[in-house]
């Protein structure tokens, strides 16, 4: 079973009109937090959705741990970025 994931986040809106998503995830003593870029001011539902979206495909392709290798296709997205605190 894993533990319970706890996702908060802040949002600002910046001059050239995307919003800046600075988020925290805890999930047992694990603790990460991120920033979002996106091109549109969102409801929270959907915001949290992305934030979910995108951390599941991080952990589902280990996107830092084969970015280097070419035969997998993956992109780096520069809209989302993840650090461990």
Partial sequence: MQPVQTITYA???LPSGNLQVKF???RGIKEKYGYLLLCENMPEQEILMEIRQRLEFHESTRADFYRFN???GLKDDH???L???
């Fill in 79 to 81: 809209t989302f970025f």
């Fill in 70 to 72: 070419f035969t997998r």
């Fill in 24 to 26: 925290f995830v805890k």
């Fill in 11 to 13: 949002k600002k809106l």
């Fill in 83 to 85: 650090y461990s605190a």
